[in-house]
């Protein structure tokens, strides 16, 4: 077996490697939460790109256990905002999660279509074009997590985390 060079390596990273930091999220707000969605892009911090697994279906056979494909499930999706001095995507999220189950009343929005959203996060090159693509469907906010308030943090912006579930996700490879 012939031993590969690193020019050998290099020729097959293409691209020099795609970048975690080459990122854009896009948060589509119902409605009635408003929502700025460029602001948003701009603001999001981190964000993966989605995870699924498929769940063996064991089944025992004569003392041996056979694994089967079973059903495939869809991991929550969580991103990291920064918190601008407007409160601006955080109102906008709150606002979202309060029209699906008000503080006050207990009741809210009952018909998905609603309250639910499609999001998007794109994988970018170093030119800036989308490399690949995956647009979460049906989605809505199930947290909106704390900002931490300390004397002790300084020249820090705050952040926070959103944690949105979804139906399913689709890819797309624009390249």
Not at 133 to 139: K, Q
């Amino acid at each position: 077996m012939a031993v590969l060079g690193v020019d050998d390596f290099k020729s097959k990273l293409r691209g020099g490697g795609a970048r975690p930091n080459l990122f854009k999220v896009t948060l589509n707000f119902p409605i009635y939460a408003g929502g700025d969605v460029e602001l948003t892009s701009f603001l999001c911090k981190t964000a993966q790109l989605p995870q699924s697994t498929v769940t063996p279906l064991p089944i025992n056979f004569r003392g041996r256990e056979v694994k089967l494909a079973g059903e495939r499930t869809f991991d929550d999706w969580t991103v990291q905002v920064l918190n601008d001095t407007d409160f601006a995507v955080r109102d906008a999220i709150e606002r979202w999660m309060n029209g699906i189950n008000g503080h006050a009343a207990n009741t809210g929005l009952t018909n998905p279509i609603d309250y639910q959203a499609d999001l998007i996060v794109e994988q970018l090159d170093r030119d800036g074009s989308i490399i690949k693509r995956y647009d979460f469907r049906g989605a809505f906010p199930t947290t909106c997590g704390p900002i931490e308030l300390s004397y002790d943090t300084v020249g820090e912006v705050e952040v926070f985390d959103v944690t949105f579930t979804y139906q399913y996700w689709e890819s797309n490879t624009t390249s």
